[in-house]
């Protein structure tokens, strides 16, 4: 019940509902986000860290994406952290 799928598919959702799917918790599950970067001497690697749920405790991933929980679950505005999926810090369009 507390999945991105979940949320996705079931729009109308009670109020009473929401606040119990909130209280769950978010789903958590490490992530295979990796990018590289060409610099003048070498190319930078980065990956992503599962550290970062501790940091920021709204966010949830699904199909290797960041979602914002909070968001899904309260019916936040369509944005990429409820449609799309972020990967790198958000700046970034996610792709499939």
Avoid: H
């Avoid at 598919?9 to 769950?24: G, Q, S």
């Avoid at 599950?29 to 550290?51: E, P, Q």
């Avoid at 749920?53 to 679950?73: E, H």
């Amino acid at each position: 019940m507390n999945s991105v799928d979940f949320l996705w598919t079931n729009k109308d959702i009670a109020y009473e509902i929401r606040t119990d799917i909130k209280r769950l918790g978010r789903p958590i599950s490490d992530l295979i986000i990796s990018k590289t970067d060409v610099g003048k001497s070498r190319n930078y690697s980065r990956n992503f860290n599962s550290s970062v749920y501790d940091r920021f405790k709204w966010l949830c991933p699904k199909r290797n994406k960041l979602f914002c929980f909070i968001c899904l679950v309260m019916g936040g505005n369509r944005s990429a952290w409820t449609q799309e999926g972020c990967v790198g810090k958000g700046r970034q369009k996610a792709t499939a």
